[in-house]
C-alpha cells in the first residue's frame, strides 16, 4: 500500500528553526511537494523536489532522500504568521498526489 | 489571472438531502480535481478529470457520489444522498496538465450533515 507518515503536531518558537519530516511509501515517485494549509484555507505549494538533495526558498528549504523515502521541510526565523498545517505530498506513477495527513505548527511568542 | 473559485463557501444540510458544487479551475487548465478533506486529514482524490473524460474516479463513492465536466472547462460535484460521514471540505484543483507537477486549490466548499 501507499503510505505517507509525518507527525500529528509541533510546537515552535517564534524567530526559532523548525524542521518538519515525512517518510513515504508509494508505488512509483515522480516528486514530493510540501504544502501550506492555514486553518479554514485551501493548500498553497510551497516546494517540489524530485531529485535529492536541498532546495533553499527563502526562510523555507525542503530536503529529499528517494534512497531512504523520507524528506523535511526546513523552517527559519519562525513567524507568527508560520502557524499552520502543512502537508508531505508524493506524486506516484499515476501522476497523482497521495497526501499525508499533514503537521500542525503551533508558533509559540 | 484569476485563481480557482468554488460555490458556495458553506453549506449546511440534513442527512438523506441532495447537494451539489460547482467548480471553474484556472482557464486553460486542461485537468480538474475533486478532493475531499476530512478534519485533521489530508486531502483524498474523488475524482480527476482531462478536458471533459475522467481519469480516475477510483475512490468516488458512486453510489451516493457524481460529477462531471461536460464542456470540459467547469465542473460540479453533487452528493444524493448524504450521510453524516460526507461531512468535510470539498476542494476542486487544475492543473495545466494531467502530469503537471503544480496543482492550484480553490476555497473549497464546507459541507455540514447534520
Known sequence: GQNIDQPTEMTATEGAIVQINCTYQTSGFNGLFWYQQHAGEAPTFLSYNVLDGLEEKGRFSSFLSRSKGYSYLLLKELQMKDSASYLCAVMDSNYQLIWGAGTKLIIKP | ?114
Open chain 2, 1 to 114: 489571472e484569476a485563481g480557482v473559485a468554488q460555490s458556495p463557501r458553506y453549506k449546511i444540510i440534513e442527512k438523506r438531502q441532495s447537494v451539489a458544487f460547482w467548480c471553474n479551475p484556472i482557464s486553460g487548465h486542461a485537468t480538474l480535481y475533486w478532493y475531499q478533506q476530512i478534519l485533521g486529514q489530508g486531502p483524498k482524490l474523488l475524482i480527476q478529470f482531462q478536458n471533459n473524460g475522467v481519469v480516475d474516479d477510483s475512490q468516488l463513492p458512486k453510489d451516493r457520489f457524481s460529477a462531471e465536466r461536460l464542456k470540459g472547462v467547469d465542473s460540479t460535484l453533487k452528493i444524493q444522498p448524504a450521510k453524516l460521514e460526507d461531512s468535510a471540505v470539498y476542494l476542486c484543483a487544475s492543473s495545466r496538465t494531467s502530469t503537471s507537477y503544480e496543482q492550484y486549490f480553490g476555497p473549497g466548499t464546507r459541507l455540514t450533515v447534520t
